[in-house]
């Protein structure tokens, strides 16, 4: 059975999306813990990250950062912050965090909520800030 994260890359549910390649998308998180909380996934269900092979690792490890660097470009923070915990989705994904103290990455703090009017316009200014960073 498909992940929820294949049938956001199938496009059979909707996502706000911040950046994609052949092999990649960048998502903003759906009960974010900050403002810009975005979920990279390999396009690939693989279900834990470490059986990903070395060089799709590399890949999705590099577009992350391109993804990271667009965040902190986009969203003002001190840091962007990096979590694999993979419990909840049996997909490989990262979550990127803006955070300016380490609290803000605590997954154990209640999430945020934002409209959806909010949800697009964050995911527009990531977009457009990934575009300037991968040369788009």
Do not use: W
Not at 54 to 76: G, M, N, R, T
Not at 102 to 131: C, G, H, R, W
């Amino acid at each position: 059975m498909a992940s929820v994260f294949t049938k956001i890359i199938q496009r059979e549910i909707p996502a706000y999306i911040v950046a994609e390649d052949a092999n990649h998308i960048a998502f903003l998180d759906i009960s974010p813990l900050m403002k810009g909380h975005t979920l990279v996934v390999l396009k690939k269900e693989i279900d834990y990250i470490f059986d990903i092979n070395d060089a799709d690792y590399k890949e999705f490890q590099l577009f992350s950062k391109s993804v990271a660097i667009s965040l902190k470009k986009a969203i003002p923070c001190k840091r962007v912050g990096v979590v694999v915990i993979g419990d909840e989705v049996p997909h490989a994904h990262i979550h990127l965090i803006p955070m300016n103290i380490a609290n803000d990455m605590s997954f154990t703090k209640p999430k945020l909520s934002f409209t959806k009017e909010e949800m697009q316009e964050v995911a527009k200014t990531i977009s457009e800030a990934y575009n300037t960073v991968v040369g788009y």
